[in-house]
Antibody, heavy 118, light 109 residues
Framework: EVQLVESGGGLVQPGGSLRLSCAASGFNFRSYEMSWVRQVPGKGLEWVSY????????YYADSVRGRFTISRDNAKDSLYLQMNSLRAEDTGVYYC???????????WGRGTLVTVSS | EIVMTQSPATLSLSPGERATLSCRAS??????LAWYQQKPGQAPRLLIYHTSNRATDTPARFSGSGSGTEFTLTISSLQSEDIAVYYC???????????FGGGTKVEIK
């Protein structure tokens, strides 16, 4: 069974940093493309970032490019999102998602809440 | 950027009724369209991909149709467990971006 478990969320001040993790299990992690998607509480969904299976291909939403960095450790079956220069508008639940059948967001984790506030 | 617009914002129906949710793209996305269901307090779940393919464990009462710029998610007979917000998402211009619609909230009357 595919399992994705996010962690690392919390309260951080504007301008601060946070590193999110997503622990994967139940599949051969290195073979799959992964993404991060976020959701402001009570609002819609926003794709944030993508990384290919080998970790050499990455893409970012315009709203986070230059501040967020996606990475993965295939030996640890883990996906990461390093978030720097955080802003109030980065507040939300962050989900990691796995690809299947060319659909990037086929499987989802339960999410971790990030709150950016002073 | 491709903009996805969903209508209506809220749909209130009685159990057993047919629900029709619409999604419009600002330009053609071919058949690269997915639908997600998000129940209260839960993560989104993929329902339909490539316009009309049901994802694993998606009940047969859910179906998708359309092409180009106009898409529809149909729930043939609404059940109480279908109360959720439904999002459409295009992936035709991937990379570099994926975009979601604003969602349709389905309520039981």
């Amino acid at each position: 069974e595919v399992q994705l478990v996010e962690s690392g969320g919390g309260l951080v001040q504007p301008g601060g940093s946070l590193r999110l993790s997503c622990a994967a299990s139940g599949f051969n992690f290195r073979s799959y493309e992964m993404s991060w998607v976020r959701q402001v509480p009570g609002k819609g969904l926003e794709w944030v970032s993508y990384i290919g299976g080998s970790g050499t291909s990455m893409y970012y939403a315009d709203s986070v490019r230059g501040r967020f960095t996606i990475s993965r450790d295939n030996a640890k079956d883990s996906l990461y999102l390093q978030m720097n220069s955080l802003r109030a508008e980065d507040t939300g639940v962050y989900y990691c998602a796995r690809e299947r059948e060319r659909v990037l967001l086929y499987y989802w984790g339960r999410g971790t809440l990030v709150t950016v506030s002073s | 950027e491709i903009v996805m617009t969903q209508s209506p914002a809220t749909l209130s129906l009685s159990p057993g009724e047919r629900a029709t949710l619409s999604c419009r793209a600002s330009q053609s996305v071919s058949a690269s369209l997915a639908w997600y269901q998000q129940k209260p307090g839960q993560a989104p779940r993929l329902l339909i991909y490539h316009t009309s393919n049901r994802a694993t464990d998606t009940p047969a009462r859910f179906s998708g149709s359309g092409s180009g710029t106009e898409f529809t998610l149909t729930i043939s007979s609404l059940q109480s467990e279908d109360i959720a917000v439904y999002y459409c998402q295009q992936y035709d211009n991937w990379p570099p971006a994926l975009t979601f619609g604003g969602g349709t909230k389905v309520e039981i009357k």
